[in-house]
């Protein structure tokens, strides 16, 4: 039982995020940026500190957006009529945004601006990343991808049903992933075994069809190709 209260408290967290984005235009503008400033940082050989002050500088927007996003429905819902008090609660959520924003954007500067100056087209053709990096950067921008396509295409839940198997979808990218890091047929072909166990279970269990499977294993498969092919020499 605890198993399937801790897969529901999930459920509802990705709820609520699903609910912000598309309910709410600068938490779709956050994403964005996040999926651009995701896939600008491949072109890069980012350290392990340095990728990590990207993902939580990503995170701490969006943390602050549904924080925001948080109080002006509670506000809401308390009051109809203007408040000036409620006007300030909403300002300081707004301002937790905008600190967020300029701390992320700080963080682009320390990161990135030096690198910048020094790229040019050979070196984007001819970068060296490490394995983790490109792993832990591709499964976020496919999780990334999922929720915003489940907030676009409203249907099913955040972890049930849906435009597409999310499910499908990572386990088609570390599929790919143990092949790229490996090259180990055995490990490949056990690791596509659990894949297709997976994408079984969703189709049996009607929680996803066909179809919505096949977008997954399209989505895994093109991200991480993409990341793992053109990115890792």
Known sequence: MWIIKIINSFNHAIAGLIHAIRTQRNMQIHL???????????????????????????????????????????????????????????????????????????????????????????????????????????????????????????????????????HTALATSVVLIIWFLTKSLLAFSLALTLAFLTAQSRLEAGTHSLKEILIGILLGGVITVIVFYFFRI
């Open 32 to 166: 964005v940026a996040a999926i651009f400033v995701l896939a600008f940082s491949l072109l890069f050989d980012l350290s392990r500190i340095e990728v990590a002050l990207v993902i939580i500088a990503i995170s701490f927007v969006i943390f602050a957006e549904l924080i925001n996003t948080a109080v002006e429905v509670i506000i809401d819902i308390l009051t109809q009529d203007y408040s000036f008090k409620a006007r300030i609660a909403k300002n300081i959520g707004a301002a937790a945004v905008i600190i967020a924003a300029g701390n992320a954007i700080f963080i682009a500067y320390l990161v990135f601006f030096k690198k910048a100056q020094e790229l040019s087209l050979n070196l984007i053709f001819n970068l060296r990343h490490e394995p983790l990096h490109l792993v832990f950067i591709n499964l976020f921008l496919i999780f990334i991808i999922v929720i915003t396509l489940k907030s676009i295409f409203s249907s099913g839940t955040p972890l049930k049903g849906g435009i597409i198997s999310g």
